[in-house]
């Protein structure tokens, strides 16, 4: 173990990169620097951002380091390869060189410590080539720090240079963003990761599983310290040695093999063993999480050797991964696997919201299981084309998406469409119809915003307002479908309104209202009571019948007068 002042250092610590070589994954960032520096063309400002872990405070000491490295002779100029060993070079990697100011922003946000940390900006250094300000995690200033840095940072003294950090580059305002030169440091590949960690295994004499070393790359998810840390902790809980088993427990990552097995039993639909997979890797240890997201990864595994068997060949691919895919690629439809996917991904946020996780899994597991045993869109589809026309509408039972046979089950039982409703054989009976049924809306749409110019043989020709709802056509074919059992075609025609229901029913109204205002008696009545006029006619049922051939008292009869 190494030690530093009697006190252990840990690997990532240890292992941070000391020089733009050991900088993985970062080709990009170190050509850029390198050019700048051997054209002469430093900017006065950089930012970094990235994910925590991929060294953005390590890239921002390197840099401080090149442009103030003097060499050996002590004359040396800025450079891409910084000796390590000069005064500059010793006091930067340590933290304690004079012109190298480092702040954390997320302890210090104010405008006061801005005012504080650039007071001293017009001064030039005191034994390096230039004034170095590091800002870790920018993005926590507040907006007074900010605008106090503005200035100063578009037009610093030529011998100040700012490097900002930050893992959230969206937070830092636009105006700062817009003075400096940004560096997006990318996320370590796992191959990556675990060259990174075979290398720092080996300088430290300790034997680890290979298959140990990519389920801890794995769990880094892109993150060069995260990987280490964890790698830490596997040697101190193998007592020097790393294993599958301990990773295991460690992370609480499920049992490779047996997530293969839960993901062949959820394609077959066997619940019984789905579930008891499940609760056994739950019982030691594994996180519902952990074991949907590698369920998830299988299938985008099993999806992609369907699409390209060469997949298969794969280094990263263990052969346990290679014969299930062997196995399953032909046998998998693509649409199976695609449904899949999103069952998965849809309950993936359902578990990250669920207030008992392994409840929640078991549902999510449970519903993928169903979901097997149902036909896909396309069996379906090849199954209507074989049946008549008058035997479609049926109820297919289930089936597992991996059968012996390929053929879809009969149908349970056969479902006769209703008759055609013939009560419906003019516009007043349809009227009659939304009447009776309590659709008032459509009704009083039907009357005051269409023009009925035929009603007959399941075809209706209409005319519509313009500021009539835009749903009423479709509104009206439902109701009439409804009505008759029967899907009907509805013209619409554009231009002219013509004569509605409710222009109908006004005439009538008035042409009723005329007729008895002739008649003697109710004009001895309008006579009497001067200004007085029909408001309302409601027609009275009477069972009397009268032999009488005046018509003219049965009407009046028939007919009362509303103030």
Request: charged share 25%; hydrophobic share 40%; net charge negative.
């Amino acid at each position: 173990m190494s030690q530093e002042d009697g006190q252990y250092v840990v690997l990532a610590r240890k292992y941070r990169p000391q020089v733009f070589e050991d900088l993985l994954g970062q080709e990009a960032l170190v050509q850029t620097l390198k050019n700048a520096i051997e054209n002469n063309r430093l900017h006065h400002a950089y930012i970094l951002t990235g994910i925590r872990g991929v060294g953005k405070t390590t890239t921002a000491r390197l840099i401080a380091r090149a442009l103030n490295c003097t060499g050996l002779d002590g004359k040396s100029g800025p450079t891409i390869h910084p000796c390590g060993q000069c005064e500059n070079c010793k006091a930067i990697a340590a933290g304690r060189h004079i012109d190298v100011l480092e702040l954390d922003a997320a302890s210090r946000t104010g405008v006061d410590d801005m005012r504080e940390l650039l007071s001293g900006v017009q001064y030039k250094p005191t034994n390096a080539r230039y004034k170095v300000y590091i800002i870790d995690e920018v993005h926590m200033l507040s907006k007074g720090a900010f605008n106090a840095l503005l200035k100063t940072l578009e037009e610093p003294p030529a011998h100040v240079k700012f490097i900002f950090a930050t893992t959230e580059i969206r937070k830092v305002p636009v105006t700062i963003l817009s003075r400096c030169q940004r560096f997006d440091l990318e996320r370590l590949t796992i191959d990556t990761l675990v060259e990174l960690f075979e290398k720092v295994l080996k300088s430290e004499n300790i034997k680890a599983d290979p298959e140990a070393l990519q389920m801890v790359a794995k769990a880094a998810d892109g993150s060069a310290r995260d990987g280490l840390s964890m790698l830490d902790q596997a040697i101190v809980l193998g007592g020097g040695q790393i294993k599958v088993e301990t990773v295991v427990q460690m992370i609480g990552l499920a049992d490779r093999t047996k997530t293969l097995a839960l993901f062949e039993a959820l394609l077959k639909g066997n619940l019984a063993q789905v579930l008891e997979n499940v609760h056994d890797q739950y019982h030691h240890g594994a996180d519902p999480i952990v074991v949907l997201k590698d369920l998830i990864d299988i299938c985008h595994m099993l999806t992609k050797a369907k699409i390209v068997p060469a997949t298969l060949n794969e280094a990263m691919m263990g052969e346990n991964e290679k014969t299930l895919c062997q196995a399953l690629s032909k046998e998998v439809p693509m649409a199976v696997l695609a449904k899949m996917w999103q069952m998965m991904i849809k309950g993936l946020s359902e578990l990250q919201i669920a207030p008992y996780v392994n409840d929640a899994l078991d549902m999510v597991l449970i519903r993928i299981a169903y979901s097997a045993s149902l036909p896909t869109p396309f069996e379906l589809l090849e199954e209507i084309k074989k049946k008549p026309a008058d035997h479609l509408s049926v109820k297919l039972k289930p089936t597992a998406f991996i059968q012996s046979d390929d053929s879809l089950l009969k149908p349970e039982k056969q479902e006769i469409a209703p008759e055609n409703n013939n009560t419906i054989q003019k516009l007043s009976d349809f009227v009659s119809y939304l009447e009776s049924h309590k659709k008032m809306l459509l009704l009083y749409a039907l009357k005051n915003d269409v023009s009925v110019e035929k009603f007959e043989n399941g075809r209706m020709s209409i005319s519509i307002k313009e500021t009539a709802a835009h749903d009423l056509v479709s509104n009206l074919k439902k109701a009439l479908q409804e009505a008759t059992n029967v899907s009907w075609i509805i013209d619409v025609h554009a231009g002219f309104l013509g004569q509605t229901l409710a222009d109908i029913e006004k005439e009538k109204k008035d042409e009723n209202a005329r007729k008895i205002s002739e008649y003697p008696l109710v004009q001895a009545v309008l006579n009497e009571f001067k200004g007085a006029k029909f408001d309302t006619l409601v027609r009275v049922e009477t069972n009397q019948s009268s032999d009488n051939d005046d018509n003219q008292q049965e009407q009046i009869n028939n007919f009362e007068e509303e103030d």
